[in-house]
Structures are given as structure tokens and as C-alpha cells.
């Protein structure tokens, strides 16, 4: 039943009935008012709750009876409840709350009837310890509020003190951890790619990394003077990779030999080089070792490097397989004649790229890149005189930079940005995969059908026995297969639909048939663009100066 005290009837066309009480010279009435539209009337049990809340004890229950009837053929009826009402007083009160954390505590004040008494400071206070609550009382906001003292007010009295949690345990290194590709650009308007500055050498018992320990974190107290105890910091191991030791003390990492310090999926490792001072030829074969590998002449076609470091070559990359879980380098470049492929963990620097297969985890930096294939896990900067990117594919999860995209031939050019290609790679793989499993499923299904008829039928020899039972084998082993390749399908696709903040800026033009992909919005380049940058805004690539 809602409470309209004093509200208009004409305020609304649907209302409760209610009432109200007034003390006149003969007495004490009891005024109700009818409801109006699909509003409830009024009931003696709400009159009658009403008088005990005012502590009236003498009144006349027949008079009530009668009005709350009568007033359902009336708008308004009043009746006489007592000409003698004596009501007794009822003192102030306080209403104590504890949230739910047990943190904080509040009061609300409940304002004597019948000029009851008004609460003392020691009173309230008494109340409040009788709660339980004991710690964090703040006296003088309870003396405001007993000054103010607004009725069905929350005065908050106590607050407990939160824990501060510890911190987790960090690495502070002692090194570059992680290297950024700034090739110089000279005063004629070409690019230095011999002064990179990306090797750091280390020497023997030289500290690498130092680990802060966690900390233990601070307790906290509630109202009810209990403890909150701290999330203690988590610890961490140090990366120790290869040619590396742990102190003594457990807080230090520590260079095992001279050499090349690289920081690489989340390990440190120390190198030593291997250096060919000649060409990689016949003479030198194909080169799989654990560190750096410098080479001070060509690579030649057909032949391959692999390197656990850093590879480094000043001359010409031909049509060969250079592959590092480093970094990259080449001084001049490669022309790779459709046939040479690099592959790096870290960065890719070459002066220039031609018809080659491309792949980064890192950043990718050249002069030109011509008609190749490109992936990079960072950002493809190709900057100098020519900053030239015609034909081909690149793709970089975050950003490609060029001065010029593309020709005035419309040389088919494709830039993708704002996803990883290694991750749009492996679940194109997965999706076709998924595909050609089911397919399998489906052709083994029915030669499993095929023979359990046959061995229905009493027709079944001991070679088709035998393909029975190999068949239901195979039928297991692609199941168990069909729902690796849905489960890791459904760890990639949420990360495909995350914020796609790639751009593609060229500081020179964009021809006309370049075509541009962010994220999951193309375009397709008609008319020449100079010094923008392109971002996907929604489902559209919008186009903007270049910054």
C-alpha cells in the first residue's frame, strides 16, 4: 500500500486510496480518501499498523471499520477516532548498518513521536559497539551527525582500512631488452643500414638482469576489528637461457662467457659468432649453428642459414633460406628470384627486398620492397630515397610506413594491417584443416558401414576384418583430431575480433590499384592519395593527413 500523504488527487488520473490523521479541537480523527482509476482502497490493517507506529493505544476500532467502507461509495470520509487520545512517547532511535565487506558502518536516525527524548553521544555510541563494530569509528562525523540529525539519512561512522597488496617481483635489466630498428637517413636522402647499432656484447660474469624480490603486502582491518590479510606479490623466475647463471643469492643472472646478449621469447641467452669471410658458397655448405652468424660476402642461391642468434651478411642475398630466432640484417639486400626466404624471431633490415617470401615476428625495415611477400608481427617501415612498396603482399599487425605504394602501371599491390599474419596464417590453415578432417570422417563412416553390413551377413573375410578394425581406429584418431583443430580454432577467433588499431600512413602517394586491408575492412584504392594515413573507423577505412 503506497503512501500519499498530502499528495493532490488531480496530481494523477491512477492512485492508491490513502489516509491521513488529524488532531482537532473534539478530537482525533482519521481522514480517507477513496483511490482513484484501478488504485487499491485503503485497509484497517494499514490504518490500525499506522496507529501502533505512533504509539497510539486508545482509539475506536468500529469507527475504522465503518470509514474504510464507507469511503468506497465517497471520495472522502472522516470519522472521529477518540476524544481523548493520550499518546505515549517513543525516544529517538538508530537504525546501525554493516556493508556487506563489513568496511564501512552507517547510522540512520529515527526521529522521536510524542516528544520522546533525543539520543546522547554516549548513547549512540553504546549502539554502535553494541554492532560489533569497534574499530574505525570516526567521532567527530558522529558528533555532525547528531548536530544535523536528518531523519532516514545514512551517516557513514566507520570506515575499516583495505589491505594494500603486495607487489609482484620484477626484472630490472641491466641491457637493451628490447631493440628498435632506427636506421639513420643521410644527408643525400639514403639510408644507413651499416652503422645499425643492434649488437650489444656482454662479458663473462657480467650482470644481465636483476630481480626484485615480491613484497608481502600490507594487512587491513574491517569495523569489526578483524584482519584482512594482503595478496602477497607472485614471484618470478629470471629467463636464464643459454650461457647464462644464476648468483649465488638467487638474484642475479649472469653472463657465462663473452659474446652477443639477446632477449628472445621471453629467455636471455648469450652468443658466441660465427663469422664467414668469404662468400656462403660451395667452399662454406649450408650453416646450422647456435649463435650469430656473420657472413662478409654473398649468400649465394640454394644454399641456407640457420642461426639461434642474430644472422648478419654485407653482401647479396640471392635466391637463398636465411632463418634466425634473432634478428636479421642485411647491408645490401636480397633478390631472391621467387626462391629466397627470411624468417626472424626478432627484426628483418634490408636495403632492399626483391621477389622474396618475408616473415618477422618484429619489425620489418628496407628501402624498397618489390614484389614480395611480407609478414611482420610489428610495423613495416620502408623509408629513403625510393621508400618504394610495389607488387606483392605485406601485412604487419601494426603499421606500414612507405613513401610510395604501388605504381602508375597499377601494379597489383596489397597491404594488410591490424592483425597478426601469423595468426590469420595459422587459422586459415586450421579452417582448411577442419574441412578436410570432416571430409575423412565422413569417407571413413562409410566403409565402417560398408563392412559392419558385410559382417552382418556373415560375408566378412579376414582382410576386411582387419580394414574394420583399422578403419575404427582411424575414426577415433580423427575425432580426437577434429576437436583439436575446433579447439584451437576457438582460442584464435576471439583474438581475430579484438580492437583492429592498425594504420597504413605514406608520407609521398598510394597509386591506384593498391589494395587495403584493416582488420576486417578493405578498400580498394581508384584515385591517387598523397601524404595520408589510413585507419579503420568501424566497418569503413577512413583517410586522414598525414601525421
Same mark, same amino acid.
Given at each position: ?6 499528495? =493532490? ?12 490523521? &488529524? ?28 496507529? @501502533? ?10 469507527? /475504522? ?16 477516532? +477518540? =476524544? ?29 513521536? !510524542? ?41 557513514? /561512522?566507520?570506515?575499516? %582500512?583495505?589491505?594494500? !597488496? ?36 656482454? =662479458? ?15 594487512? $587491513? ?6 584482519? %584482512? ?36 621469447? @621471453?629467455?636471455? !641467452? ?27 660476402? !654473398? ?29 636479421? %640484417? ?7 628470384? +621467387? ?32 614484389? +614480395? ?9 620502408? &623509408? ?31 597491404? &594488410? ?15 582448411? &584443416? ?6 575423412? /570422417? ?59 588499431? $592498425? ?14 586491408? %584493416? ?29
Amino acid at each position: 500500500m503506497q503512501n500519499f500523504e498530502g499528495l =493532490s488527487p488531480n496530481l494523477q488520473e491512477n492512485y492508491d486510496g490513502f489516509f491521513d490523521f &488529524e488532531m482537532k479541537e473534539d478530537g482525533f480523527y482519521l481522514i480517507v480518501f477513496a483511490p482513484r482509476g484501478k488504485g487499491k482502497f485503503v485497509t484497517v490493517e494499514e490504518v490500525v499498523k499506522r496507529l @501502533n507506529q505512533k504509539n497510539y493505544k486508545k482509539f475506536n476500532l468500529e469507527a /475504522i471499520k465503518q470509514a474504510v467502507d464507507a469511503v468506497r461509495s465517497q471520495e472522502k470520509i472522516e470519522v472521529l477516532l +477518540s =476524544s481523548h487520545i493520550e499518546a505515549e512517547p517513543v525516544n529517538e532511535q538508530i537504525l546501525v548498518e554493516i556493508s556487506k565487506d563489513k568496511m564501512f558502518a552507517v547510522i540512520t536516525f529515527i526521529p522521536p513521536v !510524542n516528544n520522546g527524548a533525543l539520543l546522547s553521544y554516549e548513547d549512540v555510541l553504546k549502539q554502535i559497539e553494541a554492532k560489533g563494530v569497534v574499530f574505525g569509528i570516526e567521532k567527530e562525523e558522529l558528533k555532525k551527525a547528531l548536530d544535523e540529525r536528518k531523519p532516514n539519512y545514512k551517516y557513514i /561512522i566507520a570506515q575499516g %582500512i583495505k589491505p594494500i !597488496n603486495g607487489e609482484n617481483a620484477k626484472l630490472e635489466f641491466h641491457f637493451r631488452e628490447h631493440k628498435q630498428i632506427k636506421p639513420k637517413i643521410l644527408e643525400d636522402g639514403s639510408v644507413d643500414f651499416f652503422n645499425l647499432d643492434l649488437i650489444e656484447n656482454v =662479458s663473462k660474469g657480467q650482470t644481465l638482469i636483476t630481480l626484485i624480490p615480491p613484497t608481502e603486502g600490507t594487512p $587491513g582491518k574491517n569495523v569489526f576489528g578483524a584482519e %584482512i590479510p594482503p595478496i602477497k606479490g607472485k614471484n618470478i623466475k629470471l629467463p636464464k637461457g643459454k650461457n647464462t647463471e644464476i648468483s649465488a643469492d638467487g638474484t642475479q643472472l649472469l653472463a657465462s662467457i663473452d659474446g652477443q646478449v639477446i632477449y628472445s621469447n @621471453n629467455v636471455v !641467452n648469450v652468443y658466441e659468432t660465427y663469422e664467414v669471410p668469404n662468400n656462403v658458397d660451395n667452399a662454406v655448405g649450408n650453416i646450422d649453428f647456435v649463435g650469430n652468424v656473420i657472413v662478409k660476402g !654473398n649468400v649465394i642461391t640454394g644454399f641456407s642459414i640457420v642461426a639461434g642468434g642474430n644472422v648478419e651478411v654485407y653482401g647479396v642475398v640471392e635466391g637463398a633460406r636465411i632463418e634466425a630466432q634473432g634478428d636479421i %640484417i642485411l647491408h645490401r639486400g636480397i633478390q631472391g628470384m +621467387s626462391k629466397g626466404y627470411l624468417c626472424s624471431m626478432g627484426n628483418i633490415v634490408a636495403k632492399y627486398i626483391e621477389n622474396s617470401t618475408v616473415e618477422a615476428a618484429g619489425d620489418v625495415s628496407s628501402e624498397a620492397i618489390m614484389h +614480395s611477400q611480407i609478414k611482420s608481427g610489428g610495423t613495416v617501415k620502408v &623509408e629513403g630515397k625510393k621508400g618504394l612498396i610495389v607488387g606483392g603482399v605485406v601485412r604487419a599487425r601494426k603499421q606500414v610506413d612507405a613513401k610510395v605504394i604501388g605504381s602508375h602501371m597499377a601494379t597489383v599491390t596489397e597491404i &594488410e594491417v591490424g592483425i597478426d599474419p601469423a595468426l590469420v596464417e595459422r587459422y586459415r590453415y586450421l579452417k582448411d &584443416e577442419l574441412g578436410k578432417t570432416k571430409k575423412e /570422417i565422413v569417407k571413413t563412416d562409410q566403409v565402417i558401414e560398408l563392412l559392419n553390413k558385410m559382417k552382418e551377413a556373415n560375408k566378412l573375410t579376414d582382410a576386411k576384418r582387419e580394414m574394420l578394425q583399422k578403419s575404427t581406429r582411424t575414426k577415433v584418431f580423427l575425432n580426437s583430431r577434429l576437436n583439436s583443430i575446433k579447439g584451437e580454432i576457438s582460442e584464435i577467433e576471439p583474438q581475430l575480433e579484438e580492437k583492429e588499431d $592498425g594504420k597504413v600512413r605514406a608520407y609521398g602517394t598510394i597509386h591506384p590499384g593498391v589494395k587495403i586491408t %584493416i582488420g576486417t575492412a578493405c578498400m580498394y584504392v581508384r584515385e591517387e592519395l598523397k601524404y595520408c594515413t589510413l585507419y579503420k573507423d568501424r566497418a569503413d577505412i577512413r583517410t586522414s593527413s598525414y601525421d
